[in-house]
Structures are given as C-alpha cells and as structure tokens.
C-alpha cells in the first residue's frame, strides 16, 4: 500500500469514526499464555461492541513490546479485506492471524525463548472508540534429568563444620529450576551447622539454564547406611513437574565405639604345640590396626598383622587375659576387645614302681601310674595288647609267672583327645621252678627200635635249668633247647631198646621240681626164655625209687651249696660208695678238681646226668 492510499484510508477511517460516536468497544484477553519451547502458541483477543449496528467499520492491529525498552512494535493491522503483516520484523515469517465476527487469534509458530514477552491486541471502532489489551507470552523448557554425584573420600563424623556430601545438576530448563535435597526420602533444609545447601545457575548459549546444587551436611555414624538424593521442580504450561534424582550414598568415617576379640583357630579346646589365631575386629570405619597385649604385661605389645596375632607352638604359660585396642584412635573413650585363653597340657605318665619290680611267687603289688593336666584324665592299663584295668591303680594280686611281664598305662584326656602320654613297668615274678604239666610220673609204651620224644618244660625264676636221667638206654640226645627269662624248655629224643626209666629235673636259686618218664618196651618177636614177671617188676621199682631219691638229694645238695649252707674246700676228696648187688646198680663219685673246675661247678653225674649219652650201664 502506498502512502497515499494510507493517507486516504485514513481519512476515511476518521469519517466513519465521526459518524458512530454513539457505539463503545470492549476488548478481552488472558493474562498469560503458556506453551513449551519450540511448539505453537494461540494467543486470543475477544472482542465486542455495544451498538454493533452502527459499526461499520472495525481495525485490528497487533503489537509485541519490545524487550530493549518500553516501545511496542507492530506486527500486524487488518482493515476490512486488508490483512497485513508487517515486514521487517522478527515475526513476519512466524505469525498467522484470523480474523471473525468476535474474536482475532495471533497464532506464533516454533514459539523461541526469545517469544516471552507482552502481545498487545488493538481494536479500532471509529466512533466506537479504540481498546487493547495485553497477554504474556510464558515459554517453558523442561531440565534434563537431575544428575547427582556423592563425594568419593571418605567424611569423618570428627570434622567441625559440615562436609561436602554431594553435588546435584539440573541441566537446559526454562526458566530456572529448583532443586531440593533429601536424606532417606525426608528432605533438608539449610540449618547453621548442620546444613548448608549451595545453588547456583549458568544460562547457556541457547538461552536455557543449567542449575547446580551442592550439599554439605554434618555426618554422624548413622549416616553410614543413609542414602542421599536430589528432586528438581520446575514450571511447565498450567502446572509444576517434579523429578527425582538416583541415591547415593556416602563413606563415613568413625572411630569405633566397640572391639571384639575372638579366636579364629584351632577350633575346640587349645593344647600345647598348638598354633592359635586371634583375630580383633571394631566397628570403626576405616577399621583401625590393633594393638595386642596381655593382661598380665600389659606394656608389652604382640608382633601382629593388622588385626590378627598369631601364636605359634604355645605352651601353658601362654594361658591368660589377651586385650586388643584401636592403635590410632580419636575415640572419646578407650575401647578395646578381651578373651581368656587356656592352653591345656598333659605331663609324661609318672609311674610307681618306675621301670621294673620284682616279685615273689604268690606276693601282691599295687602299682600307679598318673599324669599332671589341666584337664580330668582317664588311664588304662594293657599287658600284651590287652586291657587289663582302669583308674590310676593297678592291683596284681597272688602273683604266678602269668603276672610278669611289661604293664603298660595310657593316660588320655577325654576333653582333648589329642593329648595322651604312657608309661610302662616291667614285673619280675622270682619264684623256684614249676614244671608245666600237672603229671608227676608220665607212662608210655613204645615198640623197641624206635625213637621217643621226651619233653619238659619248667617256668620260674631265675630261669630255671633242665637236666635228663636216663636208666636203661644210651641212646638219647636233646633235640630242642629254648631258654627266656621265666621259661625253660628242652625235649630230648630216646632210643627204645629196652623198659626206660628217664627223670627231668628242674631246678634255679629258689627251688627244685621232677617229672619222671616210664617207657615200656614192647618186643618185636616173642622168645621161648623163661621170664618171671614178679622179680622184674620188683627190680625196676626198686631202681626207679633208688633214682628218685640219688636226684633228690643231689638238688638239696646242690640248692644248700649255692646257698652257702653247706662250705667246701679245695682240699680233700670224698668216694662215696656202695657195695655192688646188681648188674644195674649205679656208683656215684663226687670229686673236687681244682686243676680244672672249682667248687661252683661240681656236678653229681647221678643227678644231672650225661647229655652226651655215653654213660655205661
């Protein structure tokens, strides 16, 4: 539209306006409009005429104030069928207006950060007279999600004043956002001393805010397990949105308020040798080093890592009180950690009567056998493998050789069953010899020409000795000899030649004991002789009884000697003799050679007899 067209439209206006002076306009609008960034806003102006009869002609014009400064600018008018926007301005590409009977609608398009301001809406009567009023333009960006860091060192509830805990970022929001902090859900608020909350905001290039927040609170112990977070608020078209930021939570560090000690290993009861580990643990955060003591040197401090000590090969003076206490420490009051240790032990058996006892054939003897422990024992006795009594006492009673041998007590601990220790002693039965056997004569029946075993066997001690009388063979020779110190054993082999008379005699320090052996000869073959039964029989009883008691009196005779009852010199000789009555009468000769022998080795050859068989008939 050229000048002059403006000019006579004007005029025109003016005329009009002269002829309707009786009509008044009216015009409403909102206060604000709201729309977020980048969408289209609708920004209505109603209006009304009280005569709308005598209105014939109406403008419209629309106005935006300038943010520089209190001017408005021009946007668009429309007169009639004349609908202009304005050129030049930074809304000319951006607005569309309609138009009806009632109301003008200035529609912006992409709405700006820039687009917060006041629209002016201007209705012209004429004669009607002129109204505008305004509406504000509210633009609204949402933050981004809160994002929250917590402070990665540790906070000591020691600090004076309070401590950074986090730090809270809402970021490109419009306009500003506030941001509120919580501590498990319930929210802080700024108190001298205890909290102190920092905001802050940067306006970024594009227009948008970024507000940062930082919390410093005072921590205590129980803030351990608290957990932190932060919620922005902001504005948003006809209401207000809320977002909460993830948790976090905090190291706090405290000096520890309590101390336990405990052992970690063996498991059960303690016993010397063991190596034992003891373990201290507080509750302070970071945990503390520990200092380890004993009750009785309490200024002593252990060799320890960290919290352990370990106590190797112990004994029973380790037995005691152990503390352990926080080596660094600002705890208002010593704290510290205590345990009893006892080392149990077991002493080497004690045994009375120690290693060996003798004993008489028939005596009684208790023996004992004890260890010192620090726990109640138990003892058992064994003899050969086999158990053989209980308790600490054990008693033999009404001893035989059976008796001898090696006693052996173990002492045990039930509680510990680790610990055990023994101890023996060996008993000695002394007692004159016993042949074995209950038979005091043994009769036998052998064809002639054979070969008999003869055999005898004698317990007692001094271990006892074994010599053979034979009447009636040559031919005999011992085939097993064994000797111990409670046992003697020999078995000699005979030829049958004819009826044997044959005496084992046994005999030590402490006594004699005889078997004798009768061995009747059964003839191969039958001669036609004259044979008288009664005067046989009568001469072999009267040899046996001769044989009996030359070996009798020799065994007195020998016992009494090596008892020194009866004293010998080296001088002199004594023959005893008997006049012969028969062909098997028997002479025996006692001398004393002392160019070859003394007196401690004379033997009676009746008694003893020749093992090497060459005695003559």
């Known amino acids: 539209m050229t000048l002059q067209q403006q000019r006579a439209f004007l005029c025109l206006f003016l005329f009009l306006h002269a002829r309707s002076v009786w009509a008044r306009v009216e015009v409403t609008m909102k206060d604000n409009v709201e729309v977020y960034l980048g969408d289209s806003a609708e920004i209505v102006c109603h209006y009304n005429f009280t005569e709308a009869n005598s209105v014939r002609f ?94 990665q060192t540790g906070i000591s509830v020691t600090n004076e004043m309070p401590s950074k805990v986090a730090t809270c970022e809402a970021r490109n929001g419009y306009p500003k956002s506030n941001i509120t902090w919580y501590r498990n859900n319930m929210p802080l608020v700024s108190s001298a001393g205890l909290v102190n909350v920092w905001t802050g905001d940067t306006v970024e290039s594009s227009g948008l805010y970024s507000v940062q927040s930082t919390l410093e609170y005072q921590v205590v112990k129980e803030d351990k397990d608290a957990n932190f977070s932060c919620e922005v608020s902001f504005f948003v078209p006809g209401d207000i949105m809320i977002v909460e930021s993830s948790s976090v939570g905090i190291t706090v560090h405290y000096p520890p308020t309590m101390v336990e000690l405990w052992r970690e290993s063996p498991q059960g009861l303690v016993k010397e040798g063991d190596t034992v580990e003891l373990r201290c643990h507080g509750d302070g955060n970071p945990m503390p080093t520990f200092i380890f003591t004993r009750k009785e040197d309490p200024d002593v401090e252990f060799d320890s890592r960290g919290n352990v000590l370990m106590l190797q090969a112990v004994s029973r003076s380790d037995s005691d009180d152990y503390l352990c206490r926080p080596r660094d420490t600002t705890a208002l009051k010593e704290v510290k950690g205590e345990m009893r240790l006892k080392v149990h032990y077991l002493d080497p058996a004690v045994l009375v009567p120690k290693e060996s006892e003798v004993m008489l054939k028939g005596e009684d003897l208790t023996a004992s056998c004890n260890a010192l422990s620090s726990e109640k024992t138990s003892v058992v006795w064994y003899k050969d493998g086999n158990m053989v009594g209980r308790g600490n006492m054990l ?66 001690h001094p271990a006892p000795s074994i010599t053979w009388i034979f009447v ?133 050859k009746a008694v003893n007899g020749d093992k090497n068989g060459t005695n003559d008939q």
Not at 419 to 447: K, M, N, R, Y
């Open 58 to 151: 109406v403008m419209f014009q629309w106005f935006v104030k300038d943010k520089g400064s209190s001017s408005r600018i021009r946007i668009y008018y429309a007169v009639e069928d004349n609908k202009i926007v304005d050129e030049g301005t930074e809304y000319s590409g951006r607005i569309q207006v309609t138009l009806d009977q009632h109301k003008t609608q200035l529609t912006i398009q992409e709405v700006q950060l820039s687009d917060e301001r006041e629209f002016i809406c201007q209705v012209n009567g004429l004669s009607a007279g002129t109204m505008e009023r305004k509406t504000h333009l509210r633009v609204f960006a949402p933050p981004g999600s809160p994002v929250i860091r917590g402070v």
């Open 395 to 460: 008693h033999l009673q009404d001893a035989t050789y059976e008796t001898a041998g090696e006693y052996v007590c173990e002492v045990t601990v039930p509680s510990v069953p680790a610990l055990h220790t023994s101890g023996s002693v060996h008993i000695v039965v002394h007692g004159g010899p016993q042949l074995v056997g209950e038979e005091q004569e043994v009769h036998l029946e052998e064809a002639v020409g054979r070969m008999v075993n003869l055999s005898c066997e004698a317990r007692g």
């Open 472 to 604: 009636g063979s040559q031919n005999w020779f011992e085939v097993f000899s064994k000797s111990s110190d409670h046992m003697t054993h020999s078995v000699v082999s005979v030829a049958v030649k004819s009826d044997i008379s044959a005496m084992c005699n046994t005999s030590n320090d402490l006594g004699i004991d005889v078997r004798a052996f009768s061995i009747k000869a059964i003839p191969l073959v039958t001669t036609s002789a004259p044979f008288s039964p009664e005067g046989s029989g009568v001469i072999i009883v009267v040899i046996i009884l001769c044989l009996l008691l030359l070996a009798i009196l020799g065994s007195v005779l020998y016992f009494l000697h090596k008892k020194g009852k009866i004293p010998c010199g080296r001088s002199g000789k004594q023959d005893i003799s008997k006049e012969k009555t028969a062909k098997d009468d028997i002479v025996v000769e006692m001398k004393n050679n002392a160019n070859a022998k003394s007196e401690d080795t004379v033997l009676l």
